[in-house]
């Protein structure tokens, strides 16, 4: 009896060392009110909020925490409690208050904040640049998730595991059925083999698609895959109706090492598939890898390319790399190159290759090209040089180019902006039996303006850009564009005319030919940000004549619902060309669907679409 | 059948929210930051705030905040408070703009509050915001330069 109650005694404080430990690996909250976005996984939380956790007790007013990476804060009165005593302590803590306390990962770090007059820092100093840089989403933000969750109480442990009670789930914003408990499983998925739910998406490339999460974790195998299911004939997307896509990655492990690792995509819908497989090896003076890559596509032939690599570790300044390419038939290539960093912000490549290749188009042509950027806090360099030979047909191809960009200039309190670019071109391409030689250089002058305030409200907001080019050959030309918009807002309405004047003038011999291009249009807005807005523009040609009418028209309605119309009027044909009139709903920012009437199609519609 | 298979899911979808009292559900009690805008002017128009925004976000000195504040009741102070500009990392108060709003047992779904500020150099500051002396949220901000 008495060994029995020994080891009942000693079960007891194991379990209860187990149970202190583990809530060392949990944080408990409790709140009025907490929001977690699945798309941002983000946590915000408002009034008498409760952390425990990381030997501490924690009251504030609000919470906002990065679920992903751990990372938090709690505002307002804070009031801070060590409930985890040293050994052999029998000290009782006091509550300590903090204008907020920023914790991070787990066990959580702890730094304490006060505003007085002036921020003071308690606890670890060290996390100062989390507390600069933590980002803060508020609710109505995360409210514009497709799927949210509304609770009161939960726990995080360190897998990001999040279990909460009494929890309304919210899809496109819409309140479901509550749940007594609620599990969601953030950041990284566990190391094991398992297939799992990952989520159902709406896109204009897929239509509709369901996702699951597949994990290989075994010995002879490992993988991340993404199993994908999509429908997209029932939203009337042209194209492949349906399908399944497969993408991911693996390798093949051989004593804890990757011996082998792989892409893979599969497309049933457009029965296609491509497979890279690469081995790479990495030593003391160098590092290598082979690489085959298998695609194909239904009714087109299977495409094979081998690769392989050797790079030598850095000699002084020098990396160089030795490339090998080979389709498994009669063509390959091989390449040598070096990236070279002159400077921190002066950078070199130099490389040659050779490619031959053999079947119906024959070529075995030799390349050597050089590259130099150069970035500087007033402007940017770059500088390329190819020289290709072509062994078989005897004949050389020779392009040169400096591009010179000078960063924006400011002036008169960012008014005016200048931004000035200019270039060098010089190519030498096989011509018949002989070689073109071409030069071109180009200056790029732009001068804008985002408003400037005028006298009795107005605003004029004017723009110039200038360009020159000049080549050997016959272009010799100089572009200016003009624009310039004046604006009179008057509470919701905004009356404004926008004049733009093209013109190129080109030089020959002793003459100078232009001609120039003109339009203008005289807009009428009425804007209310919340409820509607019209914008009815009457556009005028080259001849500054009535060419055009349109409309544009925006309402909000009830239940999020718009109705939105567009008139097109041609003057010249004195008719419509189109009359457009719809209800919209959009979902979240997710999906919109549209339902109307176009004059220009004759039918009645219905679209589904993107946002 | 797919009657009985609608049925079966509605019933799934409710089991779990049986039992569940409205006393647990979660409620938006305490007002958060909704928005908190730099800019150029900001001018009460007829009760709407007018706004003109600084060029491509660069935000220079002085300049006008513009603070939302939503889900409030009562009345209340609102305090916001800009730290910085005395010195590379300086932390020292150098502006405090104080708000009172509000009637008592009154609920307001958003107030607005804006004023103009001005700093003494640019560079790196940070703002805070008081709800009736609670700090409800704290963030970094970059004056690029001083207008004369």
Redesign the interface.
Known sequence: MEKFTKFLCLKLVLLSLALFSGAEETLRFKGDYFLFSDDHSYIYGGGNILLKGGGRQIKGDVLYMDARSLTGVIYGDVRVLETAKKKNEDKKYEEKKYDAVFFKGMPPRWLTVSYTDEITFGGETALKGFFMNFEKKPPEFLKNSSLYFEFREFRIDKNQKIRARIVVPYMMGLPTVPLKRFTVNRGEWEEKTMVAFHNVNYTGVYGLSLSFFLRMREKWQKGDYDIKFYERKLFKLDGVKRGVLFSGKGGVPVKKKELLDYTVLLNSGEQSFNLRVNHRGDFKYFSYSLSQNISGRENQPTFLEFVSNITIKKLFIFVPGFTFTHDWKESYSYKVSTPLKVWKKLNLNVGWQRKILAGTYRSDTSDFSTSLNFDSKIFRFSSNYNFSRNLVEAYVRKNFSVNLYLKPVRFLEDNVVFDISSYYMFSSLPYGDQTRDRNAQGLNVTVYSEGVSMPLGFQLVPSFTFNHLWDDQQENFTDFNYSVALLKPVGKFTASVAYSLASRYRAENFWIEGNSRQNMNLNFEIKDKERYSFLLRFYYDNALALENISLTGKVGLPFDLTFSSFLLYYSEDKKFRTVEVFIEKAFKKKIRIQGGYSLALKRFFIKFLTM | MIRLGGLAVLLL??I??C??KTA????????????MEFLKEVRN??GKAKKRH???D?I?SPFYFLLKI??IENDGTITV?F?GGEGKGS???IVEKTFQFGKPGKYYEYVIFFDRVEVPRPGKY?Y?V?YN????????LKIE?I?R
């Open positions: 979808l409710l779990p929210g039992g569940v647990y559900l979660p409620r938006v009690e305490y007002p958060y930051v909704a928005e128009v007829d600084f060029k491509e660069r220079a939503k889900e408070c730290y932390n020292v108060k940070r805070a008081f002396d609670h700090l409800i949220y704290e963030d970094k330069r207008s």
